[in-house]
């Protein structure tokens, strides 16, 4: 198994606050995303990283920031939660030309 | 824009049997690359099989190969022998620009399997 970590694994927050979630890899690949999954939706792309401190927006963007200063990590933040925030977040990883192995997933229910 | 369509929300199967999962895709791109993934009910995602637009040769990984048929714009899953451990849901997904690039990669929405003893 790819070693992709994601923490936490499941948090609540309310309305209006701050929330970083981590994607953590030990297999040194170039490429990193953000993907949610939401019921009739599938997976939809946040944001992805290219190579360290080199990003990229993806299909749902918004409301969205992403950060990597190290190869190894890729952050996730939602500057101020929403409820249509609520979601299952997964992180993935893969080397050029190959495809994406998935971290474990996050669940977060913004109340 | 690419799209990925799959419009079987759910297949049952007897254990033991092959079933086919379709697939169907949209994209102007002449350089494409096509993937499925299964997520089980513990939720997550594993990658099963790969097929590149200009690959000659359908894929293949074991119990699971790809039907892929390029005029037709459309890439689904076989899988022969299905086992209990199967009942998933599968999702469907390509990337675009060079052949096996899998940055921005798109998703179907999925569908449901469930094998039956």
């Known amino acids: 198994d790819a070693g992709i970590t994601q923490s936490p694994r499941h948090k609540v927050t309310e309305t209006g606050t701050p929330v970083t979630l981590r994607c953590h890899q030990t297999?040194?690949?170039?490429?990193m995303y953000w993907y949610r999954q939401d019921p009739g939706h599938g997976l939809r792309l946040i944001h992805y990283s290219y190579g360290v401190k080199d990003t990229d927006k993806g299909e749902v963007s918004d409301g969205y920031s992403v950060s990597r200063s190290k190869t190894e990590d890729f952050l996730l933040t939602l500057e101020s939660a929403t409820s249509s925030q609520t979601s299952v977040y997964f992180c993935?990883?893969?080397?050029?030309?190959?495809?994406?192995?998935f971290g474990p997933g996050t669940r977060l229910t913004v109340t | 824009a690419q799209k990925i369509t799959q419009t079987q929300p759910g297949m049952f199967v007897q254990e033991k049997e092959a079933v086919t999962l379709d697939c169907t895709y949209d994209?102007?791109?002449?350089?494409?690359?096509l993937f499925w993934y299964k997520q089980p009910s513990s939720g997550e995602m594993i990658f099963l099989i790969y097929q590149g637009s200009y690959d000659q040769q359908n894929a293949t990984e074991g119990r699971y190969s790809l039907n892929f048929q390029k005029a037709r714009k459309s890439a689904n899953l076989v899988i022969s022998a299905s086992q209990l451990g199967d009942s998933a849901m599968y999702f469907c997904?390509?990337?675009?620009?060079?052949?096996?690039?899998?940055?921005?990669?798109?998703f179907g929405k999925g569908m449901k399997l469930t094998v039956n003893p």
């Open positions: 297999e040194n690949h170039r490429y």
């Open positions: 994209t102007s791109d002449p350089s494409y690359g």
């Open positions: 997904a390509m990337s675009k620009g060079r052949q096996g690039g899998s940055e921005k990669l798109v």
């Open positions: 993935a990883i893969s080397e050029v030309g190959n495809e994406q192995y």
